[in-house]
């Protein structure tokens, strides 16, 4: 039985992965101090055979050295997210992401784990106005998160070369799908907007709701995990990879379909309407990526494109958060 760490397992991607390698046999251990994340979210797992919490903080090294024994694989999620939250303190956004990184780094090179497979930003495309976004064209970054990610790209290649490590990086663009906290003080746009309408709000657009993103639904993430995780293709390791759906949607075309799908459990969303405020700092116009080196070296397909995705995603929280 291969034993998986995730890091930040409480959280809204490390929970989704933790329900899925459980499901698939594996023994998974949960690292987190609950800082972002939530018990609610692992509640489930708690009396699972094979699961294992342990609640602290990667910023502790002998906690990170903890979390590895014996682990075959590493899933770091562990993050603090939101670019705004990394203007407002980028202090904390730096110790969390760029020490606490090179903490469960240089726990996972000690411990000789198999793979570290980590998560890496769309923003550290930073100003680059290249469309579709492709891995090596990368911009300078705009904010202090985009910074600390970028980091963590640079240190996993370091010591890859220098320790013959085995890293990979995936480039998450604004993930989505069920367990995403629409409560949380920096909230991703789309829980955001979903809970507003429910609660018939009217949802804040920054700027004119041109700008652009490629939404992508978590189960194309956790194929990305789980591809990366088993890869064995020399050519497939030792990089980053987009971890995305190859699509865009602006603001104005998301708001559309949450309005469509919610409004099937209840009409009067449909009229519900929207404020436009100014543009956020630090955010970029648009992202778009390209798949194709994930879909050429991995053999990665995507399962659920925006529309397909949200459907899922409204009727899971219209189902939890009613």
Known sequence: MKHILITGGAGFIGSNLTEYFLGKGYRVTCLDNFATGHRYNIQPFLTHENYQLIEGDIRDFETCQKAVQGVDYVLHQAALGSVPRSIKDPQTSNEVNVTGFLNMLTAARDEKVHRFVYAASSSTYGDSEN???????????????????????????????????????????NVFGRRQDPNEAYAAVIPLFVKQFMNHESPVINGTGDYSRDFTYIDNVIQMNELTMLTENPGAINTVYNTAVGDRTTLNDLIGYLKNYLSAYDPQIASVEVIHGPNRQGDIPHSLATIEKAKQLLGYQPTHTIDKGLKEAVKWYWENLK
């Open 131 to 173: 469309l579709p976004k492709v891995e090596d064209i990368i911009g300078k970054p705009l904010s202090p998160y985009a910074i600390t990610k970028y980091v963590n790209e640079l240190y996993a290649d370091i010591f890859s070369k220098t320790y013959g490590m085995s890293c990979i990086g995936l480039r998450y663009f």
